[in-house]
């Protein structure tokens, strides 16, 4: 046995040490970097495929716009968010960059309407109250599908009508644009059931084109023969049924509007299409006329005055409307050095000839060559006394001189006669050109012979026959005075006895010693004593207000 601390071999019996390789382990220190790495591409996946269409959308200004706070809504749904708000260069317009949500790519299109809502105070209402809290935001209408774009124009104000509103589009064609605005209301039964959206001028250059939109249900109750008609303001009329003053409601005075309904006593035809015409009239009385596509243009020649005849008044027969005036122009004929006033009218021959079928003006010729032939002419008549406006009336005239039709291009000209007024100053004329005529110094010397041959029958022996009749004529006038003086005279004097009688009765009572006027005197001086004391009351209370609840003390 080997002594401690010697180098002798060692027991059999120790363990063998055992060599193993190292295992490739991972620390959990590196989970959590790893974790946080995945969920960031996780996180950038998702935000690239998720992100949603970038815009840009031009405006006259940004008033109310923030960068990073204005939203974007659709039915008030929040689809993004405005980024940055830059000038443009040319410094007319700001351009407003916005970030939308990815479920907002398939609304964008080339007919996507934006604008900016904010309260504004309009004619008929107040909109946009709630942005005075939460503060502007910008809308959008996606409109119709169509191909896709990044850049818009916004609308400088909210449109009337939105894409996805019930209802219908019609067109309205008009003369006169009147008082009509985008806005104005449309009623039906005096119920506002749509608006005015649009307007402009028609190619042509002489109508104007007004696109309404009527909302459901209310547009199943426009079919082919509905009229339009214009409510704009106050519709005052004077006529020989009175004064006559009407409108719609008051805020056709702000902004005018639009009514429609059927034509009396006429059946509903089919509904009316999508954008279908229709004809505005000015008014309801126009609306209500009879309208046949049959217009005749004729010339009418004066040669006097047409003061207070313009375009547009009426031309009748026999007080029944059946057309109107077109034109009126003054024309100067050097042939004949004259002014001549052509009047240019047009006329609906179907009202009056209405069992007959006319293809045109030749199918008139023969009637109008007969009417004519008959006496019918045109003559200028005053309309209105206050106003002084004129019209054309025809009438038959069997003792008008003859005259006849002078059918030439491109319109043929009917025969005229002067107006009553013409007639009368003719008249006058005359006769004081008959005055001018007469001789006057002849008849002067004619009166002096026969104030001579007065002078000479007084010495005449039928004198005393003449002065006797005279005197019994004078005897009868002498019994009717005497007449008067014992009949008539006694009852007049009467009567004034009477009157006399009456007014010192009068004088008796207002007399300063009489019991009424005494009595009148008395009452004065009780309302004198009534008022002395309710004065000395009243400077009591305002000096002692406690008085009416504790009463007058005693001093």
């Not at 700001?94 to 105070?121: I, P």
């Not at 042509?204 to 079919?223: E, K, L, M, S, W």
């Not at 217009?295 to 109107?324: H, M």
């Not at 043929?412 to 005529?437: A, C, D, S």
């Amino acid at each position: 046995m080997s002594e401690p601390g010697s180098k002798g071999p060692l027991p059999d019996d120790l363990p063998e040490p055992v060599v193993r390789s190292p295992k490739n382990r991972i620390s959990l220190v590196w989970v959590i970097p790893l974790l946080a790495a995945v969920i960031g591409a996780w996180l950038a996946y998702r935000g690239v495929t998720e992100k949603g269409p970038v815009i840009a959308i031009s405006f006259e200004s940004a008033e109310g716009l923030e960068a990073g706070k204005t939203k974007i809504k659709y039915k008030d749904v929040e689809l993004g968010k405005v980024v940055k708000i830059l000038l443009s260069s040319d410094r007319n317009y700001v351009l407003v960059k916005a970030e939308l949500d990815k479920q907002a790519e398939g609304l964008l299109s080339e007919q996507t309407r934006f604008w900016v809502v904010r309260a504004r105070v309009a004619a008929m209402e107040v909109k946009g109250l709630a942005t005075l809290f939460s503060g502007a935001h910008i809308a959008m209408d996606p409109g119709p599908p169509g191909p896709p774009v990044d850049h818009f124009k916004g609308l400088e104000t909210p449109p009337i009508v939105t894409s996805g509103m019930p209802g219908r589009h019609f067109i309205l064609v008009a003369e006169r644009r009147s008082s009509l605005d985008v806005g104005s209301p449309v009623y039906y039964r005096q119920i506002r059931v749509g608006e005015v959206v649009a307007y402009n001028l028609n190619p042509d250059g002489r109508t104007i084109r007004f696109n309404i939109f009527v909302r459901a249900p209310y547009d199943q109750n426009v079919f082919k023969n509905t009229q339009f008609w214009n409510v704009t303001g106050i519709d005052f009329s004077l006529s020989a049924r009175g004064i006559q003053l009407k409108t719609e409601t008051l805020a056709t005075l702000l902004m005018g509007g639009i009514a429609f309904s059927l034509p009396e006593d006429s059946p509903p035809g089919e509904r009316a299409e999508e954008e279908s015409v229709f004809t505005l009239f000015e008014n309801v009385e126009a609306s209500r006329l009879k309208h046949h596509a049959l217009k005749t243009r004729w010339l009418i020649y004066f040669n006097g005055s047409v003061r207070g005849l313009v375009a547009g008044a009426p031309v009748e027969l026999r007080g029944i409307p059946i057309g109107k005036v077109v034109d009126v122009k003054l024309l100067f004929d050097e042939e004949t050095v004259v002014f001549n006033i052509p009047v240019l009218i047009e006329v609906e021959p179907e009202r009056v000839l209405s069992g007959q079928s006319l293809a045109g003006i030749e199918d008139l010729k023969p009637i109008m060559d007969q009417l004519v032939a008959n006496g019918l002419r045109a003559q200028l008549k005053t309309g209105n006394l206050l106003t002084g406006q004129k019209l054309v009336e025809f009438d038959i005239h069997p003792d008008a001189p003859p005259d006849k039709i002078v059918w030439v291009d491109p319109y043929p000209r009917l025969p005229t006669l002067p107006g009553r007024v013409e007639t009368v100053t003719g008249q006058i004329v005359g006769i004081i050109n008959k005055l001018e005529k007469l001789p006057i110094e002849q008849i002067a010397a004619d009166l002096q012979a026969t104030i001579q041959n007065t002078r000479k029958l007084s010495g005449s022996p039928a004198l005393p026959r003449a002065i006797d009749q005279l005197n019994a004529v004078l005897d009868d006038l002498q019994k009717f005075v005497d007449s008067l003086k014992s009949d008539v005279a006694p009852e007049i004097l009467k009567t004034l006895r009477q009157v006399q009688s009456s007014l010192t009765s009068a004088r008796s009572i207002l007399d300063s010693d009489a019991d009424f006027q005494f009595m009148i005197k008395n009452a004065m001086d009780e309302v004198s004593k009534s008022a002395r004391s309710l004065r000395v009351l009243t400077e009591y209370l305002e000096h002692h207000p406690e008085a009416f609840i504790f009463g007058k003390g005693e001093k």
